[in-house]
């Protein structure tokens, strides 16, 4: 088992090179983007959540933003084997009722064709990317070690948002939780092109659905063996908003945080809880009040 864990470390690390890009500008930070916003949302129902709005908004605003909507985790195939083709209209028709001008759809099965000039051109002028659900290693089957993967943290980089629900937000770990192909019960895959997410929040491991599909305790054992990640297991029509190294919980609901450096009583969860409204510290670990935080600033 020990040589089995240690060649997944190996392989991980291999990969963490592989998709690394210069221009992510991560040394300021140590889970969040040096420059840009992450918005992270558990899934379920985001209307009338301020969720949406809140992107669009870091995303430059309805009108003058440029938005791309990325739908692959919904599937590259559909059940029949064939290649999915995606409505662009349906897409983007929810967008459009929130009132973005500029707004398109990016999708490809073919990760070589993801790696192509004239794929990425549409992200190369984006101010906002979000990641719709589904399952998330249909995300890394298509732009994993691609020029698109490479856009995605340019975008960061140059101070854009990143956004995405249910499996959009897993993605954005750095441990893919749930990456199975067999089904999304799998906490912890076998596989091994399919451990590793995409990292735009580093040094964490997301899960969603928790309240509703009583996740709440899904992420302690990717903690018990990966003790340096911070584990986040967000609500339904709930998100957290991360600039730099430091979150907001937005929305309706909780947000769990999985902290192994923290000390709990026998009685507790490994885990406490955070409403809408609180700030966390990832770096500092610690829980920090508006007030506090634009002190510390």
């Given amino acids: 088992m020990k040589k089995q864990s240690s060649c997944r470390v190996i392989l991980a690390l291999v990969l963490v090179v592989s998709w690394a890009t210069p221009g992510r500008a991560q040394d300021a930070t140590e889970y969040g983007p040096a420059s840009g916003t992450l918005v992270i949302a558990g899934g379920g129902p985001l209307t009338d959540s301020g969720i949406l709005e809140r992107f669009i ?20 195939r559909d059940r029949q084997g064939n290649i999915r083709v995606f409505d662009e209209d349906r897409v983007l028709a929810g967008w459009r009722s929130l009132g973005v001008v500029n707004v398109s759809m990016l ?15 549409a992200l190369q002028h984006a101010t906002a990317v979000w990641f719709p659900g589904g399952r998330q290693w249909n995300i890394v089957d298509s732009y994993a ?18 956004g995405g629900s249910s499996a959009g937000a897993t993605i954005q770990g750095e441990y893919l939780v749930r990456g199975d192909t067999s089904g999304p019960q799998i906490i912890m895959t076998a596989e091994e092109s399919h451990q590793l997410g995409f990292e ?8 969603q ?16 063996q990966q ?13 957290i908003v991360v600039t730099g ?21 026998p009685w507790e969860k490994p885990y406490f809880v955070l409403s809408p409204g609180d700030q966390y510290d990832m770096q500092g670990r610690r829980i920090v009040h508006p007030a506090t935080l634009a002190q510390d600033r």
């Fill in 57 to 76: 908004d870091l995303g430059g605003g309805a009108e003058a933003g440029r938005f791309v909507i990325v739908p692959t985790a919904a599937g590259n």
């Fill in 107 to 121: 999708h490809t099965h073919d990760p070589a064709i993801a790696d192509t000039e004239e794929f990425v051109a």
């Fill in 145 to 162: 070690g691609t020029r698109t993967y490479d856009e995605f943290h340019r975008l960061l980089a140059r101070g854009g948002v990143i």
């Fill in 200 to 207: 735009f929040l580093r040094r964490s491991a997301i899960d």
């Fill in 209 to 224: 659905h928790v309240d509703t599909r009583n996740r709440w305790d899904d992420i302690i054992p990717v903690i018990q």
């Fill in 227 to 239: 003790p340096d990640l911070l584990g986040i297991g967000l609500s339904e029509s709930t998100a």
């Fill in 245 to 265: 190294d430091t979150f907001e919980v937005i929305g309706k609901w909780m947000v769990a945080v999985h902290d192994n450096t923290r000390a709990y009583q």
